[in-house]
């Protein structure tokens, strides 16, 4: 079945640091990819999605490119703010699923003043 | 545009009782999902509506876990009995059947505490 893995957390910067945040699947279809954020006491909202290779998803300064050769779709951002604090999700969502988001476990990210 | 509403935000139960929890999504979205988030986990879809159809319950427990969309719009979930493992945040979201985005937009969840 379909599955996400994501970077180990939590991950604790300092304001202006640059983040990764690393991300592979495994899918039977051709997913689409997507970046969820979960601020504290919030739902989940979309930061980013890209539906084929090598499009590159941006949001907030936030980046990440679909790479069908390494199935991978990392975060990245060049210069983090006290409130990009969060928990970070990645999922896919593969044609053949009814549109069912499979999700990836989750970074939280904690950056420092 | 109003979001995905739910109600209660919050929830303290002891072992054995019933809950439910009440969602309403954005207005024209005939797809309604359940998904339950254990803390330190990725949310884990429990059931799938498309209108007042049930499209998918395949990982929803069904000897305790109840859905319902009866009119197609807003929609309940029931758990009873509740166990201590049910300790969780209960998402909602909806989205456009048909899209191609694939899109899904969040409630901002029901979190229950299991005593």
């Known amino acids: 079945g379909d599955s996400v893995t994501q970077m180990e957390g939590p991950v604790t910067l300092s304001e202006e640091a640059f983040l990764t945040i690393n991300c592979t699947y495994t899918?039977?279809?051709?997913?689409?990819l997507f970046w969820y954020v979960q601020y504290p006491g919030e739902g989940l909202q979309l930061l980013l999605k890209?539906?084929?290779?090598?499009d590159k998803g941006s949001n907030k300064g936030f980046e990440a490119t679909y790479r069908k050769e390494t199935t991978s779709f990392h975060l990245e951002k060049g210069s983090v703010q006290v409130s990009d604090s969060a928990v970070y999700f990645c999922?896919?969502?593969?044609?053949?699923?009814?549109?069912?988001?499979?999700f990836g476990s989750g970074t939280q990210l904690t950056v420092l003043p | 545009e109003a979001g995905v509403a739910q109600s209660p935000r919050y929830k303290i139960i002891e072992k054995r009782q019933s809950v439910a929890f009440w969602c309403n999504p954005i207005?024209?979205?005939?797809?309604l999902y359940w998904y339950q988030q254990i803390l330190g986990q990725g949310p884990k879809l429990l059931i799938q509506f498309q209108n007042n159809g049930v499209v998918d319950d395949s990982q929803l427990p069904k000897d305790r876990f109840s859905a319902e969309r009866l009119k197609g719009v807003d929609s309940t979930l029931k758990i009873q009995p509740a166990k201590l493992e049910d300790s969780a945040v209960y998402l909602c979201?909806?989205?456009?059947?048909?899209?191609?985005?694939?899109?899904?937009?969040f409630g901002p969840g029901t979190r229950l505490t299991v005593t």
């Open positions: 979201a909806s989205s456009i059947t048909g899209a191609s985005s694939y899109e899904q937009y």
């Open positions: 207005s024209g979205h005939a797809t």
């Open positions: 890209a539906t084929k290779a090598d």
């Open positions: 899918a039977t279809g051709y997913p689409s």
């Open positions: 999922a896919l969502v593969t044609s053949g699923s009814a549109r069912q988001l499979t």
